[in-house]
């Protein structure tokens, strides 16, 4: 069939769909279907409505049946609706999800914004999304009343809201032909990605709720003791403006009580005893990422797993995003495992919150911290399963030295790699300063590391310093400048392939339709304007996208003013679609997180071929749950999976280092 059918679901619950997730959602009793918005390609819209039990159109049906495509934006709920309502309640056709596609994920894929009101507007649909619509569906969506169970069902709220149906089922209509659709593999890899969020994770629940009740009894001492040491002129630990005004009171001047802040007034050794007292509650109290555990127990499912916690595509550069518990951006922990393991043992203990915390006070340090530091552990293997984890090693730095084809760098990872030569941040100190990479100290490796990390996509002494932060590492800015100088030195291949990727993607705008090129021939990318896009081909294969490019000039930051690409993007902070600018470094940066996406993609899809499950993955860490009487090589196996170098990546020194256990771990 040459047509394709687009849906559009509107629903109601008592759930929150954002607090519990879809498939809590989806399965819920009271979860129904106001109306399903439905069209078979530039045919008439048609209806299904509650009134009528939700009949579907045979011509529909039999397109569902007979393996036709089915086109939604955000395809995940509208096929998770279906299977869960449509088809048990109301006896529909059971779509697979290989029928299905997904405006959203092909938004996300030339890097528009994923909401679907957005995205028509950067494409410059003329349908727009129904606004006032869309408030009345949020309404119609939860109920009017608890006691008794009454919706908002009225005659005209009813048919507004059908109205609203039918303008999404338009705006994403005109909105897929205006996008491109995914290549076979990123199809494939969409499918796989549903298929990870439908199987999801184990959550030790009642490890999270020993926490949460930990996480509460010491908010609520911290509280006591704010209030105790300021004389009651703070209320509680998140009071920033009290803490602001009492801290000024006490004839300390501070820009305010952020993280930042408090890190450096705490350096004052001048600083009175009360006021360091109450910022070092406030730095306990503001443990922000114990906000996870109560997430955690709301989007668990049944059966124990978190569900739905990736989006395929979130980043422009390929890289998935998370969304609800945000599984990539758990906390490092800042004690060592055999200290987690021994919270775990306190937290599974019937004593009371208080106790449990006094425990881990005296044996580990302040509890909240270190709740902090047993996030990753909530995640565990489901009953009787384990839980192997591979990890590519540095896989950037390894990425942007294949790109650029900094040959001596590759060969010292290849050498560490079968176990000849120093780690690669003795390396980069010794190389830089003229240091025999063995005698160089544990101090000088630290330095290593940050320049590692730091400087390979341009970075200068504001990236320096903002990483080294991180490491301890305190340097002036002096030093900085010539730790940057040092380590471009012995980086000529891939300083060239900063200037290279400049000069061949401002080609491409100055040139639309021309193919311009950079890097070694065996990994080249290659940079073109087509439409109103830049495109740049990856040596995968893949492309990325940089939306409406311009040439506009910029001050540099060393205040000269130069032509520089422009292009418009959803900023991170904001989720506003707005004008960036981009550069060498930047674009070497984007280029080597979307290789190092695709080897991820590629390792992804060779455990799934092998019947690995995977349960979780981060930017460069794949989680799969086996059975715990799995053979002991199970784990070498897996590493030896996740090595496989893609075709298309000849040369590039992959080496993965895996762990076996019940519980996640760093």
Known sequence: MTAYLHVDFETRSTLDLRKVGLHNYARHPTTDVWCCGMALGDGKIGMSTLADKHWIPPDFAVHVKSGGTVVAHNAAFELTIWNEVMVPRYGWPVPKPGQCQCTMAMAYAMALPGALENAAAAVGLDARKDMAGHRLMLQMAAPRSLDPLTWWDDPARLERLYDYCKTDVEVERQLYKRLLALP?????????????????????????????????????????????????????????????????????????????????????????????????LRQEAAKTSTAKLKKMMESASGDGRLRGMFQYHGA?????????VQLHNLPRPKIGQPEIDGIFHILSKPDPAPHKARLIDMMYGPPLDNISSCLRGMLTAGPGKHLIAG??????????????????????????????????????????????????????????????????????????????????????????????????????????????????????????????????????????????????????????CYPYPKMKPRETPWGEMKDQIHYMTVDGQSNKWVETHTYGGKLSENITQAISRDILAHAMNELEKRHYDIVLHVHDEVVVEVPEDAKPSTMENVARIMELVPEWAFGFPIKVKAWRGVRYRK
């Open 184 to 280: 076979p593999t990123e199809q494939a890899l969409w499918l796989l990605d549903q298929r990870i969020n439908n199987r999801g994770v184990y959550v030790d629940r009642a490890a999270v709720q020993a926490a949460i009740e930990i996480v509460e009894s010491e908010q609520t001492r911290l509280n006591q003791e704010m209030r105790r040491v300021t004389n009651n002129a703070v209320a509680t630990c998140s009071a920033v403006g009290q803490l602001g005004d009492w801290i000024r009171f006490r004839g300390v001047a501070m820009p305010g009580v952020a993280k930042a802040d408090v890190l450096d007034a705490l350096t004052d050794d001048t600083l009175p005893p009360d006021v360091a007292k109450a910022l070092r």
């Open 391 to 544: 990890d590519f090693a540095n896989i950037e730095g390894r990425g942007i030295a294949w790109l650029a084809g900094e040959q001596w760098k590759l060969n010292a990872f290849q050498a560490h790699d079968n176990g000849v030569g120093s780690g690669i941040y003795e390396l980069a100190y010794g190389r830089a300063f003229g240091v025999d990479p063995a005698e160089v100290t544990s101090e000088q490796r630290q330095v290593g590391k940050v320049m590692e990390l730091a400087l390979g996509y341009q970075g200068g002494v504001g990236a320096f310093q903002m990483m080294a932060k991180g490491y301890n590492v305190a340097v002036p800015d002096a030093q900085a400048e010539e730790f940057k100088l040092r380590w471009r030195e012995v980086h000529p291949a891939v300083v060239n392939y900063w200037y290279a990727l400049e000069a061949a993607a401002i080609d491409a705008v100055l040139h639309p339709g021309v193919v311009t090129t950079a890097g070694p021939a065996e990994c080249e990318v290659k940079f073109r304007v087509k439409g109103s896009f830049l495109w740049c081909k990856l040596p995968s294969g893949r492309n990325l």
């Open 316 to 324: 422009g550069t390929g890289r998935w995003a998370a969304r609800k």
